[in-house]
């Protein structure tokens, strides 16, 4: 299997988790209205969206140029679970849920004006490598942030949400020098199981935790 | 006495009348009052009627068996009966009443923002409470003797609410018929101790006048904030969703700001169903009670009342 379609493999297998995910919490959200489920399904609607965008632009003929919104949207959305997390007050949480949905909705620009910017983008091997490896940022926060909940009070759901993030984090983290050196379809492989394993423990401890 | 005599057109202009008339009717009724919360109910009541006053409270202050001081509210009169009682007789009243006391000095007319917390202010705003003062009163009654009767020294605090800055000389009128209403009531013999019996009768007589009105409606449910869900307990998991359909409702609309009669409206449940509801959601620590300026209520008395 070459490197592109297991690349497409994760992106289903990501998606489907999330889509997992952003189901359950907005059904569960309906019922009790709590604003952090919001953030939640929020979340991976923007994982989602950014996921398939990623994916259509990789392999559909006509240049989309998604790559600004998939790492700038992945990097938001995570940045905004994280944001969510570290205060408790609904007021808190609702103001920032608004500003999740200003954001993103703006930042779906970046994907509608996408084949207008830069086209040389892609190929800027150390700007494209720093967008990439960003989103392994949020994830690094939102796994100490559970590491340090866990330490507080020990429960699986902690532990598995911790270890997923890590996981998720070190698959962004690692495929760094893909974009810098020659093309490495092993390290981009290697990324991508990371990616997968890192979402199928999120969706272990949505499950199970 | 009637409104007619010194109606509310002129007295701006002629507010030496208006004191004028005030105090012949207080020569005149005071005669056949037998105690002190007979006149605070009068003063009170006149406040609100001339002197557009829109709520007046009258605060005695009180010595517990400890031997300290606190402010027993002993008269309440507003014009707007819409003004919910727990509104009206909050903590950071007595609080400001009991200040008043320690310095022994009238508060002048200000804005209720820069009396009380912006949380309070703003609360009082939207019963129109713009503007507050107090006046501090006090006799220095007169030691036990043989032949004499015993009067009480009395300290009291009156709190005056206004929509709109009063006319300056509304104040003063409003000082100069109090502290004549105090020497009135020395002089004849009205500050004698309450019973409690007649505190009871008179001095909540606001409270007895709204008794209809279930002390849960007034009440304020806020969500408890679950500083664990997503960070410890997972947030989708069966346990994290209200089982109760009612309750699940009711824990829909809640949000910090509706009191439960508004959640009643809002539902179109009734009293009853809201109170099963907020049961569960209390037993279940989703929701806290608090009263309409935000202090705590312990939620199982309240709801046991109904």
Known sequence: ?209 | MSRGGYGDSSYRGNAGKLRMAVTTELLRVIRDMRHADELFQWLSDTLVQHFDTQVVQFWVAQVDHQGQYFMKLQVLSSQDNSIPYRVALSKPFADLAGEIRSWQTELPLSLTGNVFSSFQASLLQRYGLYYCSAEYLSSKGQPPSVGRTTFMPLEAVALLFFNQSPHVEIPKSINYVLKLALQLAESGGLLVPPTDAQSNEVGYKHQVAQKGVSPLAEVVPRRTENTDLMTANNPLARHAIIADKLARRVYKEIDGRNTVQELCDITQLSMTEVRKALRILLNEHRIELFDAIGQPEDGSSLLDDL
């Open chain 1, 1 to 209: 299997m070459s490197a592109n379609t297991f690349a497409t493999v994760r992106a289903i297998a990501v998606v489907v988790i999330s889509v997992f995910i952003m189901l359950r919490a907005f059904q569960v959200y309906a019922q009790t209205r709590s604003t952090r489920l919001l953030v939640l399904g929020l979340t991976m609607v923007m994982i989602v969206v950014t996921t398939i965008a990623d994916v259509t632009g990789n392999n559909i003929t006509f240049h989309l140029n998604a790559y600004w919104f998939n790492y700038v949207g992945q990097t938001v959305a995570f940045a905004f679970f994280f944001l969510s997390l570290i205060n408790s007050s609904e007021a808190y949480l609702r103001k920032l849920v608004r500003w999740q949905i200003a954001l993103s909705a703006l930042l779906f620009i970046l994907l509608i004006e996408g084949p207008a910017l830069p086209h040389a983008f892609p190929t800027l091997g150390l700007l494209r490598a720093i967008f990439s490896s960003g989103r392994a940022l949020p994830c690094f926060f939102i796994c100490l942030y559970y590491f340090a909940a866990f330490v507080k009070k020990e429960t699986r759901f902690s532990l598995l949400m911790g270890a997923g993030f890590v996981i998720i984090g070190l698959g962004y983290y690692m495929i760094f020098p893909r974009y810098i050196e020659p093309p490495s379809y092993a390290i981009q492989t290697a990324g991508d199981y990371l990616r997968i394993i890192g979402n199928a423990m999120l969706l272990v401890a949505m499950i199970w935790g």
